[in-house]
Every structure is written in C-alpha cells, then in structure tokens.
C-alpha cells in the first residue's frame, strides 16, 4: 500500500520552529519528486516547497528564507525545516511525492493526510 505519513505538526509562539517529517512506504520513493502543501481554513491549498530527485529545492514566496525542505533516500522521508513562524503560517501540511517535468510542472502522485500547524501566542 502506497503511503505518505506526516508528523511533527503542533501549536508552537510567533518566531518559533517546527520541523515536519513525511515518511513514504510502498512505492520507489527516490525516484519520486517530494513537495509539501499546506491549506489554511477558507483558503486554497498553496505548494510552499518542493524538492527534485537529484534535490533541487524550490520554494513559495510566502516561506522563502524561513522553511527548508530536505529529502533522506535512505529513509524514506522529506523534512521541512519551519523556522521564524508567524500566525499566517498556521494550516494544515501535506506532503506528497510525484513527477517533476523539463518545465518544473509539478504532478502529485501520492498524499499524506496532513498534520496541523497552528502558530499563536
């Protein structure tokens, strides 16, 4: 069975850190793409961080300089660093792993379900 499996989510202050972890089972992880998503109440779901097989990062605007995607073949996972977090980060992330083209389009595959972030004081 194809999974992806969040952890790490919480409530954490303003300036704060977190770091979220997706553990991939079932299927040849490594040569999948690796991103991570989030979707905050009354809001659409935005990409904030993507990662390639060879691991090349890219990011949103709205967390550059702040977050860190990173990816361990060996485990399995993709991590995201979240540093200097700030209320409107709150939401709930997902990662997922799919196919990255020549174009950088990204294609999710396979989604976790997501685990809560919430930032408050």
């Known amino acids: 069975q194809v999974q992806l499996v969040e952890s790490g989510g919480g409530l954490v202050q303003p300036g704060g850190s977190l770091r979220l972890s997706c553990l991939a089972s079932?299927?040849?992880?490594?040569?999948?793409?690796g991103a991570w998503h989030r979707q905050a109440p009354g809001k659409q779901r935005e990409v904030i961080a993507r990662?390639?097989?060879?691991?090349?990062?890219t990011y949103a605007d709205s967390v550059k300089g702040r977050f860190t995607i990173s990816r361990d073949n060996a485990k399995n996972t993709v991590d995201l660093q979240l540093d200097n977090l700030k209320p409107e980060d709150s939401a709930v992330y997902s990662c997922?792993?799919?196919?990255?083209?020549?174009?950088?389009?990204?294609?999710?595959?396979?989604w976790g379900q997501g685990t809560q972030v919430t930032v408050s004081s």
């Open positions: 990662i390639t097989t060879n691991g090349k990062q």
């Open positions: 997922s792993a799919g196919a990255t083209d020549l174009n950088d389009y990204y294609d999710p595959g396979y």
């Open positions: 079932g299927f040849f992880f490594h040569l999948y793409s």
